[in-house]
């Protein structure tokens, strides 16, 4: 459903902000190490997160990433997917047809529109603290 950078930019986001409850800084080899992603993937992508002030980059020699704490209850899953796919998992095909809609449908046109809906309702009212907390008390996990 979520592109691979997607789905990366999602755990890269929670583990930072995971750790940024913490007050720690995480650096760029450690968040890929942590996530299971390539170094120089996860680094394209943490640069479009924090071009979309989603996370904070701090450069120097005690430099990472971070998300201010206050910052974290109001980050939206929407606003991730947002900064890495744009809002094509809202309009695209459940059968990856280019041309699909209700004049034209697929043959999952109507049931997939249903599907897409309560996803994007998902994603604007999930927030990364909601998500962050389930991780801290050991509820959900990132990496197995």
């Given at each position: ?15 930072i ?17 942590d ?16 071009r ?24 939206k ?8 796919d ?59």
């Open positions: 459903m979520f592109s691979k950078a997607c789905e990366y930019g999602i755990r890269a986001t929670l583990h902000a995971l750790l940024s409850m913490d007050g720690v800084r995480v650096s760029l080899k450690d968040i890929a190490r996530i299971d992603s390539p170094v120089a993937f996860t680094a394209k992508i943490l640069q479009q997160l924090a979309n002030n989603i996370i904070d980059s701090v450069k120097g020699p005690v430099g990472g990433f971070e998300i201010q704490k206050d910052k974290i209850a109001s980050i899953l929407s606003q991730i997917v947002f900064a890495i744009g809002d094509s998992i809202y309009r695209g095909c459940g059968l990856g047809l280019k041309e699909c809609n209700a004049l034209e449908p697929c043959p999952l046109h109507e049931k997939f529109v249903l599907i897409r809906n309560d996803l994007k309702e998902m994603l604007e009212t999930t927030s990364l603290y909601e998500l962050t907390k389930g991780l801290d008390v050991g509820l959900t996990f990132l990496k197995r």
